[in-house]
């Protein structure tokens, strides 16, 4: 069965950091683009990064908003399929609901502004506040 799973949400302080993971498992990961997406009280879901599985690492979308505190990169052990999402200086209207997704394409602008997905994970909630 395909799936995605998030992990690593939580409670920070304003400035904190905190670390996201996204572990895929049952389809072929190679041919995959993974995008986080972010669903926060009252306001439409936006797609933060997107990053392709494979290849060069350099084709990488960020939302405006988090270019310089995010950052997504592929977990170096590739049998682990997995992409994490480094966030720093975090905000309190950062605060929502991260999700993990999986789409097989290699045009991370097209996933992450479209909001295309075959996977979809089940959620995890960052809170920040102080």
């Known amino acids: 069965q395909a799936q995605v799973v998030e992990s690593g949400g939580g409670l920070v302080q304003p400035g904190g950091s905190l670390r996201l993971s996204c572990e895929a498992s049952?389809?072929?990961?190679?041919?995959?683009?993974i995008g986080w997406f972010r669903q926060a009280p009252g306001k439409e879901r936006e797609g933060l990064s997107c990053v392709r599985t494979s290849g060069s690492s350099k084709s990488t979308y960020y939302l405006d908003s988090v270019k310089g505190r995010f950052t997504v990169s592929r977990d170096p052990d590739p049998a682990k399929n997995t992409v994490h999402l480094q966030m720093n200086s975090l905000k309190p209207e950062d605060t929502g609901v991260y999700y993990c997704?999986?789409?097989?394409?290699?045009?991370?602008?097209?996933?992450?502004?479209?909001?295309?997905?075959?996977?979809w994970g089940q959620g995890t909630q960052v809170t920040v506040s102080s």
């Open positions: 997704a999986a789409k097989a394409t290699w045009n991370v602008d097209a996933m992450c502004t479209e909001g295309r997905f075959d996977y």
């Open positions: 049952g389809f072929y990961w190679d041919y995959y683009a």
